[in-house]
Structures are given as C-alpha cells and as structure tokens.
C-alpha cells in the first residue's frame, strides 16, 4: 500500500541552526501538507502546497519557514533559524485533490523535532 | 477560533460495546468531514470521511453520523476493542479550502 514517508523521524538541533525535515508523497498525489502537533496540543496546519507553489499557509508559518518540492518526489520544509518552541512532531501529508473531489489526506509518520 | 471542536478528552468504554466519539465545528463551509486515529509516535491514520452531502456512512465497525444542520458529527465504534485504543482527531474541509482543519482529539480507552 503506498504511504507518506517522513525523515529522519528524529532531529535533534541547537537554537538558532536551521533544519530540513523531508517528505515523500504518494506518488499521484497533487496536494501536500506540513502539519505540526506540540505535545500535548492538536494537529496544527502548516502550510498546503500545490502546483509548485504555496496554496495555504497558517500564522504559525511565518518567514522562518520555506517548504520545496525539489524534485518529483520530495517535498521538504525548511526552518530557518530554530527556536525552542518550534520543538514538535512535523507531519507531512498528501491527498490525490481537494477542492475538486473531495478525498483524504494521508499522513507520515512523523519527525520529532527537538530544539535544544 | 476553534473551527473543528471535540468537546471530551477522553472516553473510556468496556470491549464490546460502542463507543461514541462526538465532534462539533462551527464554518458552515465546511463539505467535508474526516476521523483519523493516531497511535503514540505515528502520524494519523485515515479511518472513515462523509460528505456533507450524506448523513451516514459505514465501514466495517466505523459508522459516522453527521448532523448538518447541528454541525455535528460523530463516530461510533462497534464492537470497541482494545486495539482500537489511540487518540481520535475529527477533521473538517471546506470545497474551495487548501487545509484540513484538525479538532484537539479524543483518547479512547478500550478496557478488556
């Protein structure tokens, strides 16, 4: 069964170094999502990626954030300047549409990210 | 601004009976509506989805009602069993929108 694959599924970094986390979608998928969940708190939208560009993004996706698709496959996010409190699990996920026909998103399993 | 609401933390139920996992959101663009289950350290894994168009749609032991004119939705489990365990997350859609927008979760505690 295809899935969402995530790596690393733990990056550990100081304050202030900036991190990659990838993703590779399904492979028909068009859409792509970075959701991130602090612990204890709710799955929280990042930003949603379509056609090679942003097509959605939250408050919490602020300028120290990018995300890429540098190839076919890979779909990336990138922070910048890590703070402390971007600390969490990053969920990357895709879904075949949205908007069009409606269909669910499937998830990967996750990066703990931890800012030290 | 919580959109997508669920309104108990947690639940417990006895194996073999239903659980109830109630959810409640408050954009009335919203067309469409998810139930993901998330284990410990995994990411969420798609369960059941209805269409606003539909008040009922069943799979298996997962059945979800919704209820438009409410805004509220709910998922019943049945017979619960000690796997199905994990934190419950509704999750809402709206036809034009770009996200899917996540309530906090419910942690279901099936006891054997």
């Known amino acids: 069964e295809p899935e969402v694959t995530q790596t690393p599924s733990h990056q550990v970094t100081q304050m202030g170094q900036e991190v990659i986390l990838r993703c590779v979608p399904i492979?028909?998928?068009?859409?792509f999502y970075w959701y991130r969940q602090i612990l204890g708190q709710k799955v929280e939208f990042l930003v949603s990626?379509?056609?090679?560009?942003?097509?959605?993004k939250s408050e919490i996706f602020d300028d120290q954030f990018s995300v890429e698709r540098p190839d076919g496959s890979n779909f990336t996010l990138k922070i910048r300047s890590t703070k402390l409190e971007d600390s969490a699990m990053y969920f990357c996920?895709?879904?075949?549409?949205?908007?069009?026909?409606?269909?669910?998103?499937?998830f990967g399993q996750g990066t703990r990210l931890t800012v030290v | 601004d919580q959109q997508v609401k669920q309104n108990s933390p947690s639940l417990s139920v006895q194996e073999g009976r239903i659980s109830i996992l109630n959810c409640d959101y408050t954009?009335?663009?919203?067309?469409?509506f998810l139930w993901y289950k998330k284990y410990p350290a995994e990411g969420p894994t798609f369960l059941i989805s209805?269409?606003?168009?539909?008040d009922k749609n069943e799979d298996g032991r997962f059945t979800v009602f919704l209820n438009k004119s409410a805004k509220h939705l709910s998922l019943h489990i049945v017979p619960s069993q000690p796997g199905d365990s994990a934190v419950y997350f509704c999750?809402?859609?709206?036809?034009?929108?770009?996200?899917?927008?996540f309530g906090p979760g419910t942690r279901l505690s099936v006891l054997p």
């Open positions: 996920a895709s879904s075949e549409a949205l908007g069009q026909g409606n269909t669910e998103a499937f």
């Open positions: 492979s028909n998928h068009l859409y």
């Open positions: 990626f379509y056609n090679n560009e942003i097509s959605e």
């Open positions: 954009n009335s663009m919203f067309d469409y």
């Open positions: 209805i269409s606003s168009i539909k």
């Open positions: 999750a809402a859609s709206a036809t034009y929108g770009q996200n899917f927008v």
